[in-house]
């Protein structure tokens, strides 16, 4: 049976925990953190009989009217799907009007590397504060429904702002936090110098806060792993940095970086120019291909 979406919308957003396409990323990927489903060549049959759910794995209460983008990963009975169709087609709607904003946006599949779950990232613009569902087509016929907000109402620092500078742990002055890197087996490089050092040489910045060892969603190692041999490639165009999440070894005490970038979800990589004005801020998953286009 159809939805109507003009009467739903408001219980899609407000009923979350009903479909797997509009829980909130950290409770729904640390539910399925590690588990996946299928391998085999029918992924595709499946996804256009409508057999998988759609999960967002953006930020719920971060979007704001200008560029959109939203990164979905496929999900079945038993957790999160580590197969997928090359290409995703999906429409977007307004749920307020019903309008259709945008026809056959596609996105096509992404990985983190081998044994990580595939990904897909759309990208629209949206003009205007409402709810929304980007419907693929094939899939869960509501889609997933997202609101934007307006931009006053968010806190954390996005694309055309300046990066706000901190002084972050360094391997020379740890500044209390226990283990400035948990990356294993070797901490990562990206702890030469502060955020405030590396915003004042004129040159762009990416800015990684990510805890590898105790992100709940299975990415923060992956996409840091993933920057190590881009800032090899760089050299030394580009000024790399990396926070970790908490201050103590325990992950009881959020560490001091992610309070001063006022964040309340983890991993998110900022990317700025040689002024330290945003460029690309890349929340929850993304892949070294998506830093690269940020930099070009």
Not at 1 to 8: E, G
Not at 64 to 73: A, D, F, I, K, N
Not at 109 to 124: A, C, E, K, N, Q
Not at 211 to 222: E, F, I, K, N, W
Request: charged content about 25%.
């Amino acid at each position: 049976m159809a939805l109507d979406r003009r009467s739903t919308r408001r219980d899609v957003l407000r009923m979350s925990g009903a479909s797997l396409a509009a829980i909130p990323l950290a409770a729904l990927l640390a539910a399925c953190a590690g588990e996946s489903s299928g391998d085999d060549e029918s992924a595709t049959t499946d996804v256009a009989m409508g057999t998988w759910d759609l999960v967002s794995r953006w930020i719920p209460t971060e979007l704001t009217p200008g560029e959109q983008r939203l990164p979905v990963s496929l999900a079945g009975a038993d957790g999160l799907v580590d197969t997928g169709p090359t290409r995703l087609i999906a429409d977007l709607v307004d749920l307020d009007t019903d309008e259709v904003l945008a026809r056959d946006l596609f996105a096509d599949r992404r990985t983190l590397g081998d044994d990580t779950i595939p990904f897909w990232v759309f990208r629209t613009v949206i003009d205007r504060v409402g709810t929304f569902a980007l419907v693929v087509k094939g899939g869960p016929e509501e889609g997933a429904a997202f609101q934007t907000f307006e931009p006053d109402s968010l806190v954390v620092a996005r694309v055309g702002q300046q990066l706000p500078p901190f002084d972050t742990p360094t391997f020379d002055d740890p500044r209390g936090v226990d283990e400035v890197c948990t990356r294993t087996p070797e901490p990562c490089p990206f702890h030469s110098m502060t955020l405030t050092d590396a915003l004042s040489i004129g040159k762009p910045v990416v800015y990684l806060v990510g805890t590898p060892a105790h992100c709940q969603t299975g990415v923060c190692g992956p996409v840091l792993d993933q920057l190590v041999p881009l800032a090899e490639e760089l050299g030394d165009s580009v000024v790399f940095v990396h926070a970790d999440v908490y201050a103590d070894r325990a992950a009881t005490v959020v560490a001091p970086a992610v309070e001063a970038a006022m964040l309340t979800f983890e991993p998110v990589l900022f990317v700025t120019d040689a002024q330290g004005v945003i460029v690309e801020r890349l929340d929850a998953i993304w892949d070294v291909n998506e830093v690269r286009e940020a930099l070009s």
